[in-house]
């Protein structure tokens, strides 16, 4: 069955470190997207992507890079990790359109000491 | 610009009992809607969308939700909850005809504890 998985699952990493979240998804899926999750925000949109070599910014991608060489995987990076990044981190993937379902890997969960 | 509002971030319900959760949205263009559940400790899934027809959509797990364009609301219900329904629940909207744009603008969520 196709899938979308995440790794780590849990992180712990000291202030100024850069840490790398992975994002591999098997829906062969166009699109992918990662998301925050705080109490109070809900979700918050930080980088997309429409295809290979695609990349775009969403409401809070101050701090954070991705890079998509290709159509399954979207790392997500911190260059410089500060404490306002503890989070927990979702990927999401969707097929073609905006009426297509996102799928959701388990979640990242990030503490930045 | 779109806009979407979860009316109550806490729903608290017993077992057994009817539940709404209220989502309204702001748009001046049309949109497609979606409900995602979150349980605990997981990623979200897909409940529901309306796209297009009849105004009552029906979902997984017994829910369903009524789109109403002149309130702008898409409020989701469910006529027996179960313990099993304790999660979290998010209402979203995308806009139709809006170019490239693929990208689905949230609410804040709704916790829903059903307790025995």
């Not at chain 2, 989502?23 to 979606?34: I, P, R, T, W």
Request: charged letters at 15%; proline letters at 4%; hydrophobic letters at 35%.
């Amino acid at each position: 069955d196709a899938e979308i998985t995440q790794s780590p699952r849990h992180k712990i990493t000291e202030t100024g470190r850069q840490v790398t979240l992975a994002c591999h998804q098997t829906w062969n899926h166009n699109n992918m997207f990662w998301y925050r999750q705080d109490l109070g925000h809900g979700l918050r949109l930080i980088h997309y992507s429409y295809g290979v070599q695609d990349t775009n910014k969403g409401e809070v991608s101050d701090g954070y890079s991705v890079s998509r060489s290709n159509t399954e995987d979207l790392p997500l990076t911190l260059e410089s990790a500060a404490s306002s990044q503890t989070s927990v981190y979702f990927c999401a993937s969707s097929d073609a359109g905006v009426a297509d379902t996102q799928y959701f890997g388990p979640g990242t969960r990030l503490t930045v000491l | 610009a779109q806009s979407v509002t979860q009316l109550d971030s806490q729903v608290p319900v017993f077992e057994e009992a009817p539940v709404e959760l209220r989502c309204n949205y702001s748009s001046s263009v049309s949109v497609y809607l979606f409900w995602y559940v979150q349980y605990p400790n997981q990623g979200l899934q897909l409940l529901l969308k309306y796209l297009s027809g009849s105004t009552l959509v029906k979902g997984i797990n017994g829910f369903e939700a009524e789109f109403n364009k002149s309130q702008t609301s898409f409020h989701l219900r469910k006529p027996s909850v179960h313990i099993s329904d304790t999660a979290e629940y998010f209402c979203a909207v995308a806009p139709i005809n809006a170019g490239n744009n693929r990208k689905l603008i949230w609410g804040l969520g709704t916790s829903l504890a059903v307790n025995p």
